[in-house]
T-cell receptor, first 113, second 113 residues
């Protein structure tokens, strides 16, 4: 059972470069999320989607963009990478019924130098 | 808005010791409460949940009871093992239409033989 798959696992970028973090889920979940995890800060929501074609901003969306063309995929794009975006990024998905838990990928560790 | 406060770590225990990790919350309405666990290099996994007052969630020897009167959801285990070493996150799912989840900052548990 694949669940939520994130690629790549690690990446180093130079300041000003761009990249896309990939996320795919095979559970037919309508809801998908992107979080960043900084040391001692818990998880902060970047963007979320309630279905194909529908996305919205979370707590910390600046510097990021997302798209949701299919139910399965929810890529996160970083434009003009900055050192403040050094973090571990997690993608998650859930069913739309209320009170369902979120299912997480293993994360992408990103360093901006 | 919603918030979750959990005890700071790290918590270091000897094998077979009793574990308590405190978690309190602030939320409007009637949130669902969760404990997630994160093992090194992995994403968060649901450990247990409770959806209404006085519910007890349990899994793998861990328990937590939803206490509305004290707005708490403390995690307990009677006898910890080295394999329980991980970071534990308390979280709540409020009344947000997109299954908004608010996470605590995490508590690192280290169990020594």
């Amino acid at each position: 059972n694949a669940g939520v798959t994130q690629t790549p696992k690690f990446r180093i970028l130079k300041i000003g470069q761009s990249m896309t973090l990939q996320c795919a889920q095979d559970m037919n979940h309508n809801y998908m999320y992107w979080y960043r995890q900084d040391p001692g800060m818990g998880l902060k929501l970047i963007y979320y989607s309630v279905g194909a074609g529908i996305t919205d901003k979370g707590e910390v969306p600046n510097g990021y963009n997302v798209s949701r063309s299919t139910t399965e995929d929810f890529p996160l794009r970083l434009e003009l990478a900055a050192p403040s975006q050094t973090s571990v990024y997690f993608c998650a998905s859930s069913l739309q019924e209320i009170n369902q838990p979120q299912h997480f990928g293993d994360g992408t560790r990103l360093s901006i130098l | 808005g919603d918030s979750v406060t959990q005890m700071e770590g790290p918590v270091t225990l000897s094998e077979e010791a009793f574990l308590t990790i405190n978690c309190t919350y602030t939320a409007t309405g009637y949130p669902s409460l969760f404990w997630y666990v994160q093992y090194p290099g992995e994403g968060l996994q649901l450990l247990l949940k409770a959806t209404k007052a006085d519910d007890k969630g349990s899994n793998k020897g861990f328990e937590a009871t939803y206490r509305k009167e004290t707005t708490s959801f403390h995690l307990e285990k009677g006898s910890v093992q080295v394999s329980d070493s991980a970071v534990y996150f308390c979280a709540l799912s409020g009344s947000g239409g997109y299954q908004k989840v608010t996470f605590g900052t995490g508590t690192k548990l280290q169990v020594i033989p």
